[in-house]
Antibody, heavy 120, light 107 residues
Framework: VQLVESGGGLVQSGGSLRLSCAASRFTFSTYAMSWVRQAPGKGPEWVSGIHASGSHTYYTDSVKGRFTISRDNSKNTLYLQMDSLRVEDTAIYYC??????????????WGQGTLVTVSS | EVVLTQSPATLSLSPGERATLSCGASQSVSKNYLAWYQHKPGLAPRLLIYDMSSRATGIPDRFSGSGSGTDFTLTISRLEPEDFAVYHCQQYGHSPPTFGQGTRVEI
């Protein structure tokens, strides 16, 4: 399994970023995927998940209405569109593969992460 | 949401010693859906233990998980130099999935 995130960077509060996660070496279309972030000095926090088919999406309360998760199974790529960014969204964002198609957010493979920094 | 509290925050040990890491949950974790991850700076986190006590693929048998309900333990029977890292527990029995703050195992 290989997961490679991209798209992080420095953005001002209120701005937007789109993260991508290129997946390879497994059948991407048969597994649910998630984004997990870790802010400096804190434990990891699950941000959002999406079923294998893309039919269902889930979000932690703090990002609902601001972030949108999506996937393109023809391109083996996971996305996270982040709008109305806040300083507290600053973190390393990880793409993570779940162990099933739906409903079991156990993360059996992770990418190395991409850093998102939101300045005030 | 289920809050996970890990202890101790830091564990100072030597290679060859036994490490015992604790993870306490604010409510009973459904189906004992509790995992442990190892994380080293700049690297991808690695799944060690899932379903409380099952080792992930390729994980050496010096790593073991135990517990039930609200109290869980990760044991590293004999520390190898590559085991010095941060360890996080995670529950996936309740929505949203949540993580503990981590235990740093240092020399």
């Amino acid at each position: 399994v290989q997961l490679v995130e991209s798209g992080g960077g420095l953005v001002q509060s209120g701005g937007s970023l789109r993260l991508s996660c290129a997946a390879s070496r497994f059948t991407f279309s048969t597994y649910a995927m998630s984004w997990v972030r870790q802010a400096p000095g804190k434990g990891p926090e699950w941000v959002s998940g999406i079923h294998a088919s893309g039919s269902h999406t889930y979000y932690t309360d703090s990002v609902k209405g601001r972030f949108t998760i999506s996937r393109d199974n023809s391109k083996n790529t996971l996305y996270l569109q982040m709008d109305s960014l806040r300083v507290e969204d600053t973190a390393i964002y990880y793409c993570a593969k779940e162990r099933a198609a739906v409903g079991e957010p156990l993360f059996d493979s992770w990418g190395q992460g991409t850093l998102v920094t939101v300045s005030s | 949401e289920v809050v996970l509290t890990q202890s101790p925050a830091t564990l100072s040990l030597s290679p060859g010693e036994r490490a015992t890491l604790s993870c306490g949950a604010s409510q009973s974790v459904s189906k004992n859906y509790l995992a442990w991850y190892q994380h080293k700076p700049g690297l991808a986190p690695r799944l060690l233990i899932y379903d409380m006590s099952s080792r992930a693929t390729g994980i050496p048998d010096r790593f073991s998980g135990s517990g039930s309900g609200t109290d869980f333990t990760l044991t590293i029977s004999r520390l190898e130099p590559e085991d010095f890292a941060v360890y996080h527990c995670q529950q996936y029995g309740h929505s949203p999935p949540t993580f503990g703050q981590g235990t740093r195992v240092e020399i």
